[in-house]
């Protein structure tokens, strides 16, 4: 008898890795079996390990674990490191392995005559039965190519539990090795078996910097975003996907306006800032940043507001002085709970796990103002692509909160110039102001304008400024000098000068 | 002296198994491996054991008793590959099949 079969579009089912279900438009697809492959270190095992373990803790999936290489008592110890309790979930039924690791000394075993790997189908589908799984890791196919010699066999096997697995309802990965970073996708055409879905997972040497990333290579019948994208691993929560394309620019956009914290700055830029908008404050060391950020966090607190700001090239220690320099008392604001400064050397750690820190801050503390001093220091420890990625990951993320970022950049010359963070992030940023030293009349005198202030009217003068024990003081305009943008500031000629001149 | 224990696993009864199951009848007849005890499971049935023994292909059949413990993977089709490969070499000198079959 024939049986209508109904047609449906393919359904995912959710990993649960930060970032993964977004680049992959809702997860893995159901049913189906995915391969993941990666280099050695590419965080293939945690991915498998993951994927069961997210299923568990988030979405009461059951999970069967099949291991190829190692024994599951390391597995256990591996993923303690991630707080996953692997031994408790076994205890509750949730997690079953299947040891397919290597027991036996090579010489004692032989192989004669034609086999299968029907055994290995039927503890994987008795120990699915037993916990009702799910979901199901197979890790890592490369190591059953190695105990067995034939390999056209091995493939025809392993596409026969595919099927199975796919028969049953469950979501598989598979993982599997790769020789190269960029070229054939695994080792021994395992891809020829499990051609619907390929997830990459890479980890490069970029610039002495490793760069860990994930592709989705494809997933037939089923939409995703194209593209490699940041991956990171985080001890107590394990990986982080950082979508950075599929970000939307869907926040709203506001007309209230707060305090830069200095009147002045306010009157410049037509009122003061955008409640939700990125201001960037870029200039040569010394000029002047860290004291705007100084003021944006007192002005914020003074209203009521929380804030939180990163501070990359100063310790704690040396901001509070700087701060109580200007009349600002910084440890008082904090211990009344609405300041939070968390200070990073940025070469403890990557751009990626970087972004991951602060989103976890930003989450965590909920400010209204996030001040990030300065960009140019996180630079360092990246390469441009990745220093963009953060940049417009960060930014993206901030504007998302609906919250006001501000952010400085240290150009590289004393006069004039621009800086490359000034380049990544000028078109993102909502509005820009400068800081310039002006050599005059053998004098070092500090210059500010603002550059740009989408959305609102500004004052396009070069306003002069002073820095004392109370701050910031904005004066007049600079008057009859030209090329103070540009580094050279010249006098340019009045009226007086050109009849005698 | 001691029988030696073989345990033969077979995923379900197909011609392989099948196969297997007639090699390893003729392998303790021709070898003269006696007293012996020829355990055959069938893992479909028993999965538990297919996990005890770790086992991934079938068929194998296992010499547990005497030490050292040895296994064979497939159906067996050499059974003086087999012999050699459990460690069960016995004086006699093998190849003459017709001695005992039938049995």
Known sequence: ?501 | MAPCVLRLYLTGRTPRSEQALVNVRRLVSEFAIDPHELEVIDILEQPGLAEQENLLATPTLVKAIPPPVRRVIGDLSDIHAVAEALGLHTSSSPGEEDAHAGK
Not at chain 1, 304 to 328: D, I, P, Y
Not at chain 1, 416 to 429: K, L, N
């Open chain 1, 1 to 501: 008898m024939l049986e209508n079969k109904i047609v449906t579009a393919i359904t995912k089912i959710r990993t649960g890795i930060p970032g993964f279900d977004e680049i992959s438009n809702g997860g893995l697809p159901q049913n189906r079996t995915t391969l993941v492959a990666g280099s050695a270190g590419s965080a293939k095992t945690l991915f498998a390990c993951e994927f069961l373990s997210r299923g568990i803790s988030e979405f009461d999936q059951p999970g069967v674990f099949v291991t190829f290489e190692e024994p599951p008592e390391d597995i256990r110890t591996n993923m303690k490191s991630f707080d996953w309790d692997i031994q408790a979930w076994e205890a509750q039924g949730k997690w079953l392995f299947v040891d397919a690791s290597p027991h036996f000394a090579d010489d004692s075993v032989t192989i004669v005559g034609r086999y299968d790997l029907a055994a290995l189908l039927a503890r994987i589908e008795h120990a699915i039965e037993k916990i009702g799984a799910r979901r199901v890791s197979l890790d890592s196919l490369g190591a059953i190519f190695s105990r067995f010699q034939d390999s056209t066999l091995i493939r025809g096997e392993l596409f026969r539990i595919a099927t199975a697995l796919k028969n049953r309802g469950v979501t598989t990965v598979m993982t599997a090795e790769r020789n190269a970073e960029y070229g054939p996708i695994a080792r021994y055409g395992v891809e020829e078996f499990v051609t619907d879905n390929v997830v990459i997972l890479r980890n490069v040497l970029e610039e002495e910097k490793r760069r860990r990333t994930v592709e989705i290579l494809k997933f037939r019948g089923a939409y995703h975003q194209k593209g490699e994208y940041p991956l990171t691993i985080q001890p107590g929560s394990g990986l982080t996907a950082i979508p950075l394309s599929s970000i939307q620019l869907k926040q709203r956009s506001s007309n209230v306006r707060i305090s830069s914290g200095v009147a002045e700055i306010n009157e410049m830029c037509g009122g003061g800032f955008f409640r939700d908008s990125v201001i960037l404050v870029s200039g040569a060391t010394g000029t002047g940043k860290t004291l705007i950020v100084t003021h944006f966090l007192n002005g914020g607190v003074t209203s009521g507001e929380r804030c939180l700001v990163f501070a990359f090239e100063e310790s704690r220690e040396q901001l509070f002085r700087n701060a109580s320099g200007w009349g600002v008392d910084f440890a008082k604001l904090e211990r009344d709970g609405n300041l939070k400064v968390v200070c990073f050397y940025p070469e403890v750690m990557g751009l990626e796990d970087h972004l991951v820190h602060m989103r976890s801050a930003i989450e965590e503390f909920k400010p209204n103002r996030v001040a990030i001093d300065s960009l140019s220091a996180l630079e360092r420890v990246a390469t441009p692509r990745g220093f963009r990625e953060f940049v417009i990951g960060l930014t993206s993320f901030i504007k998302h909160q609906e919250i006001a970022g501000l952010f400085t950049a240290t150009t590289p010359t004393l006069l004039g110039g621009t800086s490359v963070t000034e380049a990544h992030i000028s078109t993102i940023t909502d509005s820009i102001i400068l800081l310039r030293y002006v050599e005059m009349d053998g004098q070092m005198r500090r210059g500010m304008t603002v550059l740009k202030m989408r959305g609102s009217r500004h004052d396009k003068n070069i306003r002069e400024f002073t820095i004392d024990a109370d701050g910031m003081h904005v004066g007049d305009p600079f008057h009859n000098i030209n090329g103070i943008l540009a580094g050279n500031p010249v006098p340019s000629p009045t009226p007086n000068d050109l009849p005698t001149a």
